[in-house]
């Protein structure tokens, strides 16, 4: 595994552990669907959030939360203007919905169920062990 997919991958445990923390359940990591002849699209990962009480009474169902995970590390960081959230540009958004839509249909979850589009951007600083987590809610429409 090269040392990109490695900080990838840590960026979403990372994200995973933390959205586990304010009430997400995880339902599905690194979802991969076939597209149109050789692309394939990804949704790192799927969760549900849980029904707050006052949502309960007012008849809402749990929203389906798809979660696009963006990871840098400090040292990229340092010698660039990016940020990592900065990489889900308007192609990627697109893509992202369509899988979405594709995985509510073959989970027989009708495309009116709340769901919505999250990125996590990570950013981690290896040497001294720290994450900043910053959560972009609903960023896809």
């Known amino acids: 595994m090269n040392n990109n997919k490695k900080l990838g ?12 923390k ?13 597209l149109s002849g050789a692309e394939k699209g990804e949704i790192d990962i799927i969760a549900k959030q849980k029904t707050k009480v006052s949502d309960f009474f007012l008849g809402n169902k749990n929203s389906i939360i798809f979660i696009e995970v ?3 590390s400090a040292e ?7 940020l990592p959230e900065d990489k889900v540009d308007f192609r ?3 893509q992202l919905k369509k899988i979405a839509q594709i995985w509510l249909m073959e989970n027989k979850i009708p495309l009116d169920f709340p769901w919505q589009i999250d990125v996590i951007s990570v950013k981690i600083d290896l040497s001294r062990k720290k994450a900043k987590i910053r959560h972009f809610k609903n960023v896809v429409f």
Request: positive net charge; charged residues 40%; proline residues 0%.
């Open 9 to 20: 991958t840590l960026g979403e445990d990372i994200a995973c552990r933390y959205l586990e």
């Open 22 to 34: 304010k009430g997400y359940k995880i339902i599905k990591r690194n979802y991969v669907k076939n």
């Open 70 to 72: 963006k990871t840098a």
């Open 76 to 82: 990229d960081f340092r010698f660039s203007d990016f």
């Open 92 to 94: 990627k958004k697109k």
